[in-house]
């Protein structure tokens, strides 16, 4: 079960295929910080026929940009601050299904248009009990607001090309539990996942497997049945029963799979050291946050988490040094070696591609800042400042204009009596000063301090300052030896708008060619 396999081979884009079906299935359910793209694909290897991520609040997706990642093959959906909030991949297309939190149906419905292409269906989180969830009236506070939960549903079902399905607790009286489904099966839903238990109740209370059979018994949709994972879900047959037991068609698990999540194998369960090997191996292989890493396998450990093995886990800081903890290095840096052959192809096809364009008096060109393509400390900036420095030339200025439809920034940088700027804005005063230092030393032919360059003397030398100052001298800081000058440029929003329609010519420019763009 080796998830790196034909690594360097694209993995192929899913055709569409019929709409997913939610009978006869068993399930990952959706848990907070368990059901990221490792796991999500650990429990399909093991069996699982859905999976769902954890669940995503609405706010914080309609901020989110679709990504395409080339090095890792994912559909990334990435916030403003740079954190992927969800990521995907072709492997798990036909059978994800992404879980929101939401109060709002226009919001839940921007959100659902944002990721549908990306996933199988829509599921609307009515069940979670945490404070988190139901402060902003979303999660288990929906059970008490009967209308805004149909609002929500018709609006999807009517909005979206996806299945759109919801989990629900159990309400304190059967009738009205019974009373509940029947107006969510008339929005039109696909599915339906009952918890059986009120949100009022924790693990330790017993499943109330009779309100879900109510359920199953009067609505036509299909009925996934949770919370069967502590007393009676405790291996493969087990799930059989619990679907038996609650007349539900399918069974959704949440603990049981954290804790081992080869539960869902029909050949018998698995040990949990095997398994999460397993899990690391997709950790590594997606890039996976190292601290919901170690979350997840300390869920796995369980009574071993003060072990040996579990300290050292619980004191890792990056997902290398998990790999040193399960003696996996080997696989570690045969991964981390072609992840980098993808980066450095990639980035020599945007150098052959993003040919400089002369706009006027300032050289162009089209470049993004990604924060995470350098080092923690070092930046473009810095690199440019060290080379001016040793060219003796005055330390660069930096030129920022706003604009004013969605408050973008675009910076331009001058060295040596040039300018140069990026043609993308940013969302950050630092990111725009960033780009247009990177358009700078592409140009030049600098360095720029991306990782796995051959140019290390600015790390060294900021290391050395490190040893020496106890720290580094936060970038972007008043600091003069580690930022260039500024000027606020007030520059109407017409003059700050990208350039449009414009013909070019090839132009020589300090050795490098520059494409001259003339109105």
Not at 131 to 138: A, D, F, N, Q, V
Not at 489 to 511: C, D, F, H, L
């Amino acid at each position: 079960m080796e998830p790196d396999e034909n690594l360097n081979k694209r993995l192929p884009i899913m055709a569409e295929t019929t709409k997913l079906s939610f009978r006869n299935k068993t399930a990952l359910a959706p848990m907070v910080r368990v059901g990221t793209l490792p796991m999500r694909l650990l429990a399909l290897d093991y069996g699982a026929d859905i999976v769902y991520c954890e669940e995503l609040i609405d706010i914080k997706m309609a901020q989110c940009k679709r990504v395409v990642n080339e090095v890792l093959d994912t559909v990334d959906f990435v916030a403003p601050d740079d954190r992927v909030m969800f990521r995907t991949c072709s492997r798990e297309k036909d059978r994800i299904v992404f879980q929101m939190g939401t109060a709002d149906p226009q919001r839940a419905l921007t959100v659902a248009k944002l990721v549908q292409d990306d996933v199988a269906a829509i599921d609307v989180n009515m069940g979670c009990p945490k404070e988190y969830s139901t402060k902003g009236g979303m999660g288990a506070a929906l059970l008490s607001d009967p209308d805004k939960i149909e609002a929500i549903l018709t609006t999807l079902v009517n909005g979206l090309s996806k299945p759109v399905t919801c989990k629900i607790r159990v309400l304190p009286s059967l009738e009205d539990t019974v009373k509940l489904v029947k107006r969510i099966e008339q929005t039109g839903v696909s599915a339906l996942a009952v918890h059986g238990r009120l949100k009022e109740e924790r693990p330790q209370h017993p499943v109330h497997c009779d309100y879900i059979q109510a359920v199953a018994k009067v609505v036509s949709i299909p009925v996934i049945a949770n919370g069967g994972s502590l007393d009676l879900v405790k291996t493969h047959s087990d799930i059989t029963k619990f679907r038996e037991a609650t007349g539900a068609c399918s069974v959704m698990l949440a603990r049981a799979a954290m804790w081992n999540p080869s539960i869902f194998c029909s050949k018998g369960i698995l040990s949990v050291d095997e398994v999460m090997k397993e899990y690391i191996k997709y950790a590594v292989r997606y890039d996976n946050n190292a601290f919901n890493s170690k979350y997840c396998l300390c869920q796995m450990l369980r009574d071993r988490v003060e072990s040996p093995m579990g300290k050292q886990l619980h004191a890792a800081q990056t997902t290398k040094e998990i790999c040193e903890v399960y003696s996996m290095m080997e696989y570690y840096d045969k991964i981390e070696s072609e992840l980098q052959q993808r980066r450095e192809a990639l980035q020599k096809n945007d150098t052959i591609e993003n040919h400089p364009i002369l706009d006027g008096d300032v050289i162009t060109m089209p470049v993004r800042f990604e924060k995470r393509e350098y080092p923690p400390q070092i930046t473009p900036k810095m690199y440019l400042l060290e080379w001016s420095r040793r060219e003796k030339l005055e330390q660069p200025v930096y030129e920022m204009v706003q604009r004013s439809q969605d408050r973008a920034f675009q910076s331009t940088v001058i060295v040596a009596e040039k300018k140069y700027r990026s043609t993308l804005w940013e969302k950050s005063k630092k990111f725009a000063e960033q780009a247009a230092a990177v358009v700078c030393l592409r140009v030049l032919g600098v360095p720029e301090g991306r990782v796995g360059e051959d140019s290390c003397e600015l790390i060294s030398k900021r290391k050395r300052e490190e040893n020496k100052n106890g720290e580094f001298q936060p970038e972007d800081s008043p600091a003069p030896e580690l930022d260039g000058r500024k000027r606020l440029i007030t520059q109407s929003p017409q003059k700050a708008e990208e350039p449009t329609n414009r013909t070019t010519k090839e132009a020589v420019m300090n050795g490098s060619h520059v494409n001259q763009t003339a109105s």
